[in-house]
């Protein structure tokens, strides 16, 4: 996608403040365009002046008595879409590009208009796979490594045929921006590939993107459209984000082609094991039934001891009046293992909680940095029951640089959000 600075015009023509109107109009006149910034003596912008301040003001007048004082101001680094959605928040034409508040650029609707005909979809705003295919690629060129994750939306074409199309297109509306708020700008690259598919490239390692579509995977099934009852959910699959050397002499793009291929395929083969599977409502409907002796999870305590290079963790958690207490062991070979160790433990802990023959299990545990320098743990646990298996996701923040309690709270999370008796779980 581009940017802002890509766009704009970059030998900027002013006005001064002090200057009458009929200076501004030989400008405008002369240059053939639309809209003045308004600089000062110490050529700091104060203000904005257009075609239509000028309009029937006497020529005489000075241009600080009809500039536009509140004008709008991007950053060159913003994409097209975000000054695009500036433009239509504050109503304006031409809009001032700052970068530390100094003076770069000026950018007129007329210039982005081209662009967003070519590369965005109308109805969720975002951009169609050939942004992202741009994307991508001047990120291999950069030396990054790619993963795509493909989304597709289950029985969407069922769900049009019930409701009618002008839900089916809330329903997108509403999924595409549940996407975007999930996705980092500065590591993702989010857009609508067809239908109701969704496409994110990232430059996350593959644990990591796979963390990240599990996550959004559970916020699109966790969302509600107007008043329908009915729920919405999407398959993932992922490709990439695994490479350990240097490419060489590589066509870029046949890769990105290769990687979307392969998560598209990877997603159909995913559908495919979900349709055998029953449907997750049945399944919450024997998990509240499961737990109805069971208050909400807490963590009372976590024990850890080495011997050699094994390492023992039990793990205390409480429910209501009571107490389960579970011990699992592994070889310490890096923190990694310890975390998951202590979420398995935690896992075995709430299943001692449930009716026979229902349990949790930890399925996937990441340690993934924010853009703010926290470190975050996610736990992906199935739920298994005599008659489904349905997977969910759980985070928690490392305080006071507390990874084992966060590898617990985590689990905690997933396990209540699975129950539904509590977003998460206290320290």
């Given at each position: ?9 970059k030998d900027v023509i002013w006005v001064s403040p002090t200057a009458p109107v009929k200076s501004a109009v030989m400008l405008m006149k002369r240059h053939g365009i639309g809209a003045l910034p308004v600089l000062d003596a110490d050529q700091a912008v104060v203000g904005l002046v257009s075609q239509e301040h000028l309009l029937g003001e006497p020529l005489d007048l000075r241009i600080a008595e009809v ?159 107007g008043e329908l009852t009915e729920t919405v959910s999407a398959t993932f699959g992922m490709s990439g984000g695994r490479r350990t050397r240097e490419r060489e002499d590589i066509h870029y793009a046949a890769t990105i082609d290769n990687l979307i291929t392969r998560a598209s395929k990877d997603c159909t083969a995913r559908k495919a094991r979900v349709a055998a599977e029953p449907r997750e409502p049945a ?145």
């Amino acid at each position: 996608m581009k940017t802002v600075a890509e766009l704009m015009t970059k030998d900027v023509i002013w006005v001064s403040p002090t200057a009458p109107v009929k200076s501004a109009v030989m400008l405008m006149k002369r240059h053939g365009i639309g809209a003045l910034p308004v600089l000062d003596a110490d050529q700091a912008v104060v203000g904005l002046v257009s075609q239509e301040h000028l309009l029937g003001e006497p020529l005489d007048l000075r241009i600080a008595e009809v500039m536009q004082r509140d004008f709008p101001a991007i950053d060159p680094g913003a994409t097209v879409q975000e000054a695009a959605e500036l433009m239509s928040r504050t109503g304006a034409s031409h809009l001032i590009v700052l970068d530390d508040g100094r003076l770069v650029g000026i950018l007129a609707r007329s210039d982005i208009l081209p662009e967003l005909g070519k590369t965005f979809d109308p109805l969720t705003g975002l951009p169609w796979s050939d942004s992202l295919r741009e994307w991508a690629t001047a990120a291999l060129k950069s030396g990054a490594e790619i993963a795509v994750i493909f989304f597709d939306l289950d029985g969407f074409g069922q769900f049009n045929k019930t409701y009618g199309h002008v839900v089916g297109d809330r329903v997108l509306q509403e999924i595409a921006e549940v996407i975007r708020r999930g996705t980092d700008p500065k590591l993702d690259f989010v857009c609508r590939y067809g239908g109701d598919e969704f496409a994110i490239a990232s430059l996350r390692r593959a644990d990591e993107a796979r963390a990240l579509a599990a996550i959004i995977q559970e916020r699109i099934a966790s969302t509600r459209v107007g008043e329908l009852t009915e729920t919405v959910s999407a398959t993932f699959g992922m490709s990439g984000g695994r490479r350990t050397r240097e490419r060489e002499d590589i066509h870029y793009a046949a890769t990105i082609d290769n990687l979307i291929t392969r998560a598209s395929k990877d997603c159909t083969a995913r559908k495919a094991r979900v349709a055998a599977e029953p449907r997750e409502p049945a399944d919450l409907e024997l998990a509240r039934a499961a737990v109805a002796r069971v208050d909400r999870f807490r963590i009372k305590a976590i024990n850890m001891s080495m011997t050699g290079t094994q390492v023992q963790i039990a793990v205390k958690l409480s429910s209501g009046k009571s107490e389960h207490t579970a011990e699992r062991s592994a070889y310490a070979s890096d923190v990694r293992t310890v975390l998951r160790t202590i979420s398995e433990a935690c896992a075995a802990a709430v299943s001692e909680a449930l009716a026979e023959e229902h349990g949790f299990v930890v399925d996937e545990l990441y340690v993934q940095l924010t853009e703010s320098g926290d470190e975050i743990v996610t736990v992906v646990a199935s739920y298994v029951t005599p008659g489904a298996v349905t997977k969910h996701v759980g985070s928690a923040l490392v305080r006071r640089g507390d990874r084992h309690w966060a590898a617990a709270a985590a689990t905690l999370d997933a396990v209540n959000r699975i129950l539904e008796i509590a977003p998460r779980a206290e320290q």
